[in-house]
């Protein structure tokens, strides 16, 4: 069965960076892309970008544009997004999901906690 | 970028009702608009994608409209279960999510 599986939560410094991890499973990796969607405690969700998996190209939110990094190891089935320049409006849960367009199958999310 | 505007942002009603909930978009998606259930603390869950295409294993009675700028998200008969956040995404440009509706019991 399909699987998303993301790295567990993280606490960062304003300024810092920080990376999160959402493994594939069940499924041939490099066949679908995999976005990255954010959602503030208590607010709805938002679309941050997109990866494809098979040649790596990706699409950023413009409002991250130069912040944002995401990746992929085809090797592991791996997507990686990484977020530097850390704010305290970056305390979200960070959801991985497959798929360039809209997503079925979504991992659990990883909180990333922005504090002083 | 394409803006996203749910209508109402919260709505409250009784197990058996009729529900709508509408998007509209700032600018023509055609038909590349999908929704999501969300419920609190868990992933979203996909229901419907190109406008009007049900998701497998959802429920019946829940369809999708519209196309363009304006669709929307009807649920026939409400049932305790479907109490729960909906959003809309427009996947045409890049993706934009709605603001969410809350469906909260009367």
């Known amino acids: 069965q399909v699987q998303l599986v993301q790295s567990g939560a993280e606490v960062k410094k304003p300024g810092a960076s920080v990376k999160v991890s959402c493994k594939a499973s069940g499924y041939t990796f490099t066949s679908y892309g995999i976005s990255w969607v954010r959602q503030a405690p208590g607010q709805g969700l938002e679309w941050m970008g997109w990866i494809s998996a098979y040649n790596g190209n990706t699409n950023y939110a413009q409002k991250l544009q130069g912040r944002v990094t995401m990746t992929t190891d085809t090797s592991t089935s791996t997507a990686y997004m990484e977020l530097r320049s850390l704010r305290s409006d970056d305390t979200a849960v960070y959801y991985c999901a497959r798929g360039q367009e809209y997503s079925y199958y979504w991992g659990q999310g990883t909180l990333v906690t922005v504090s002083s | 970028d394409i803006q996203m505007t749910q209508s109402p942002s919260t709505l409250s009603a009784s197990v058996g009702d009729r529900v709508t909930i509408t998007c509209r978009a700032s600018?023509?998606?055609?038909?590349?608009l999908a929704w999501y259930q969300q419920k609190p603390g868990k992933a979203p869950k996909l229901l419907i994608y190109k406008a009007s295409s049900l998701e497998s294993g959802v429920p019946s009675r829940f369809s999708g409209s519209g196309s363009g700028t304006e669709f929307t998200l009807t649920i026939s008969s409400l049932q305790p279960d479907d109490f729960a956040t909906y959003y809309c995404?427009?996947?045409?440009?890049?993706?934009?999510f709605g603001q969410g509706t809350k469906v909260e019991i009367k």
């Open positions: 600018q023509s998606i055609s038909s590349w």
């Open positions: 995404q427009q996947y045409n440009t890049q993706g934009t």
